[in-house]
């Protein structure tokens, strides 16, 4: 089990470039989620996907932002013109789908290491 | 509105026992997890609670009062390696939702 990776690790970039990282969730988790997390903050959610499908996007999500899952299983996320606020670790997670009775639910999220973004 | 709140930052002593809590006012919930995350890593999964009441394992346990919005962590027998960020989450989910809404975390530090 490789669990949630996430690539690049780190990225610096001049304002005004884009940018876009990789995140590649536990084998069969059906949900992949992102998250933008500040020194001293707790992460702050941004973006969902059930499969293929993009359920849910904050409004911390501005137009600059986009992710895509084309293919139900890796995520990217892209930032075009960057800002220096945009500085921040960007966490990708999954969770599986479970069975609980009769139902099937989502629980823990698995996180990946992060990528660590500096736009200077 | 989301509103999670925990302790900024918390000193124990190895060998000791702390108490991290955590109170919520959440629309909607759905579980609350605790989170250790080590600095510049990733979280990783600590413990869950939906029900009301003391969730333990090992030298961890968590306690949920729902009515109270009120949770919290405790660790046993503290080791240096327990020096972390801890995160209390909320999971709000529903039809139409389903995201981890976190505190800003607790840093605690543990000295020999």
């Known amino acids: 089990d490789t669990g949630v990776s996430q690539d690049p690790r780190h990225k610096i970039t001049k304002r005004g470039q884009n940018v876009t990282f990789r995140c590649d969730p536990i084998s069969e988790h059906n949900r992949l989620y992102w998250y933008r997390q500040t020194l001293g903050q707790g992460p702050e959610f941004l973006t969902y996907?059930?499969?293929?499908?993009?359920?849910?996007k904050s409004r911390l999500l501005s137009d600059r932002f986009s992710a895509e899952r084309p293919k139900g299983s890796f995520s990217t996320l892209e930032i075009q013109r960057t800002e220096q606020g945009d500085s921040a670790m960007y966490l990708c997670a999954s969770s599986p789908k479970v069975t609980s009775g009769r139902a099937f639910i989502y629980n823990e999220q698995f996180f990946g290491p992060g990528t660590r973004l500096t736009v200077l | 509105g989301q509103n999670i709140d925990q302790p900024t930052e918390m000193t124990a002593t190895e060998g000791a026992i702390v108490q991290i809590n955590c109170t919520y006012q959440?629309?909607?919930?759905?579980?609350l997890f605790w989170y250790q995350q080590h600095a510049g890593e990733a979280p990783t999964f600590l413990s869950y609670n939906v029900l009301d009441g003391l969730e333990e394992k090992g030298r961890f346990s968590s306690f949920l009062s729902r009515s109270k919005g009120y949770s919290y962590l405790l660790l046993k027998e503290l080791q240096m390696k327990d020096s972390a960020s801890y995160l209390c989450?909320?999971?709000?989910?529903?039809?139409?939702?389903?995201?981890?809404?976190f505190g800003t975390g607790t840093r605690l530090q543990v000295f020999p």
């Open positions: 959440t629309s909607g919930f759905n579980g």
């Open positions: 989450a909320v999971r709000a989910s529903s039809y139409n939702t389903d995201k981890l809404i």
């Open positions: 996907f059930q499969n293929e499908a993009q359920l849910e």
